[in-house]
């Protein structure tokens, strides 16, 4: 705290004023960045019939209702269903019992009672080794880590026993596998969430055969691919962009479906620019669209990878093929991110197709300090402006 008596030797700035926000925000007369309108975005099915005309929906998905849901609600969802139709199924980590922080798993444990829902001690790496474990003898443990920024101590259990077991399992992988471990995370910037509760760390994952990692832009999305993960073979790492538990609400289908892991979705077509992105990004990629569409009467691509790895090489490249120019967006850090994975293979299967430099607009290769955390966090400008350039050559 600064002391009174020294504030008359501090110049007057807009720090100092009363009334002024000392942290990152839009201004009074932003044209582009203002706050994403969730109750409007094309991101998300805004009535019944969006929601079930997805053709990737099972028959039974398709053919029945849907309710609206944000984002926790439909994982809620997944989770009550997997843990109902399959006695294998557990589901542990740190306050999980009572719901969790962010109430994904509200009401589970009174259902399914404590012996499968159930809280762990403070340690990640006990989590994830016990999971490791259960998954071995035949079990389908998804195991939460509390928030992405605190799996590293995980990083031994991930990556050098999950990732390796069909492996070195060899003829015996079938059985001795880690198919049906997930491990669920909440990630991402929040606006205010600082040094420990702000991180996106999908791209250290992403250099580990063995394991997938997916990524949910929204409740329809997220109820699918987590029940897609829980059927997967492979150990999968799922984040879950824990700025949209709440903010993103849409009619998500009652019943039960599976979305196809390690496939983009196309979310609107385009001829001149194709941006690639996933997880919360996509929103502001949308509005950064409309507005460029708008201005330059251009055309853009919009898809979301959904699963970063493996990821969908083939339709990335058939739409970059087509457009000629690629922009990249993610909000982790762009030092050794997706983007630059996603880059070097469009510039090796696209080159001859290009007509731009591909860009890569993501998060500063710096930490997440408090006050600068949405000026870490790619805008809407910042995606404005890489279409305005791509458009230029």
Same mark, same amino acid.
């Given at each position: 705290?600064?002391?009174?008596?020294?504030?008359? &030797?501090?110049?007057? !700035?807009? %720090? $100092?004023?009363? *009334? #002024?926000?000392?942290? @990152?925000?839009?201004?009074?007369?932003?044209?582009?960045?203002?706050?994403?309108?969730?109750?409007?975005?094309?991101?998300?099915?805004?009535?019944?019939?969006?929601?079930?005309?997805?053709?990737?929906?099972?028959?039974?998905?398709?053919?029945?209702?849907?309710?609206?849901?944000?984002?926790?609600?439909?994982?809620?969802?997944?989770?009550?269903?997997?843990?109902?139709?399959?006695?294998?199924?557990?589901?542990?980590?740190?306050?999980?019992?009572?719901?969790?922080?962010?109430?994904?798993?509200?009401?589970?444990?009174?259902?399914?009672?404590?012996? &499968?829902?159930?809280? !762990?001690? %403070? $340690?990640?790496? *006990? #989590?994830?080794?016990? @999971?490791?474990?259960?998954?071995?003898?035949?079990?389908?443990?998804?195991?939460?880590?509390?928030?992405?920024?605190?799996?590293?101590?995980?990083?031994?259990?991930?990556?050098?026993?999950?990732?390796?077991?069909?492996?070195?399992?060899?003829?015996?992988?079938?059985?001795?596998?880690?198919?049906?471990?997930?491990?669920?995370?909440?990630?991402?910037?929040?606006?205010?969430?600082?040094?420990?509760?702000?991180?996106?760390?999908?791209?250290?994952?992403?250099?580990?055969?063995?394991?997938?990692?997916?990524?949910?832009?929204?409740?329809?999305?997220?109820?699918?691919?987590?029940?897609?993960?829980?059927?997967?073979?492979?150990?999968?790492?799922?984040?879950?962009?824990?700025?949209?538990?709440?903010?993103?609400?849409?009619?998500?289908?009652?019943?039960?479906?599976?979305?196809?892991?390690?496939?983009?979705?196309?979310?609107?077509?385009?001829?001149?620019?194709?941006?690639?992105?996933?997880?919360?990004?996509?929103?502001?990629?949308?509005?950064?669209?409309?507005?460029?569409?708008?201005?330059?009467?251009?055309?853009?691509?919009?898809?979301?990878?959904?699963?970063?790895?493996?990821?969908?090489?083939?339709?990335?490249?058939?739409?970059?093929?087509?457009?000629?120019?690629?922009?990249?967006?993610?909000?982790?850090?762009?030092?050794?991110?997706?983007?630059?994975?996603?880059?070097?293979?469009?510039?090796?299967?696209?080159?001859?197709?290009?007509?731009?430099?591909?860009?890569?607009?993501?998060?500063?290769?710096?930490?997440?300090?408090?006050?600068?955390?949405?000026?870490?966090?790619?805008?809407?400008?910042?995606?404005?402006?890489?279409?305005?350039?791509?458009?230029?050559?």
């Amino acid at each position: 705290m600064i002391r009174p008596r020294l504030l008359s &030797r501090i110049p007057s !700035t807009s %720090l $100092t004023k009363p *009334g #002024i926000r000392t942290y @990152a925000s839009h201004p009074p007369g932003a044209r582009l960045n203002l706050p994403t309108d969730f109750s409007t975005t094309p991101i998300l099915a805004h009535t019944s019939k969006d929601a079930l005309s997805n053709l990737e929906l099972s028959p039974e998905a398709r053919n029945g209702t849907a309710s609206r849901q944000n984002l926790f609600q439909s994982i809620n969802s997944a989770l009550g269903h997997a843990l109902r139709t399959d006695q294998r199924t557990l589901l542990f980590g740190e306050d999980v019992a009572f719901g969790g922080v962010f109430r994904c798993s509200m009401k589970l444990a009174e259902e399914f009672g404590d012996a &499968r829902v159930f809280n !762990t001690p %403070l $340690t990640e790496q *006990g #989590i994830v080794g016990f @999971a490791v474990g259960a998954a071995m003898e035949g079990m389908k443990p998804i195991a939460e880590v509390q928030f992405a920024d605190y799996v590293y101590p995980a990083f031994d259990q991930i990556v050098n026993e999950a990732a390796k077991l069909r492996y070195r399992a060899g003829t015996n992988a079938e059985t001795m596998g880690c198919g049906g471990l997930v491990v669920r995370m909440p990630s991402g910037g929040v606006g205010h969430g600082a040094l420990y509760h702000s991180q996106s760390p999908e791209s250290l994952f992403t250099h580990i055969p063995g394991v997938r990692v997916v990524i949910p832009r929204s409740p329809t999305q997220a109820k699918g691919l987590l029940l897609g993960a829980i059927a997967c073979n492979d150990p999968v790492v799922f984040l879950e962009p824990k700025i949209l538990y709440r903010a993103a609400v849409e009619y998500v289908p009652q019943e039960a479906y599976v979305l196809p892991l390690s496939k983009a979705e196309i979310l609107r077509e385009g001829k001149d620019v194709t941006i690639v992105s996933y997880g919360t990004p996509l929103y502001t990629c949308s509005s950064a669209i409309a507005a460029a569409e708008r201005d330059f009467g251009c055309s853009v691509e919009l898809i979301d990878l959904r699963t970063v790895y493996p990821w969908d090489r083939q339709t990335i490249m058939e739409s970059v093929n087509k457009t000629g120019k690629c922009i990249v967006v993610h909000e982790s850090m762009v030092n050794a991110g997706v983007g630059a994975e996603v880059a070097a293979t469009v510039q090796e299967g696209c080159f001859l197709r290009l007509e731009a430099p591909v860009q890569r607009v993501a998060g500063w290769s710096t930490h997440a300090g408090l006050a600068y955390e949405k000026f870490n966090i790619p805008d809407v400008v910042r995606v404005y402006d890489a279409i305005k350039t791509a458009l230029s050559y």
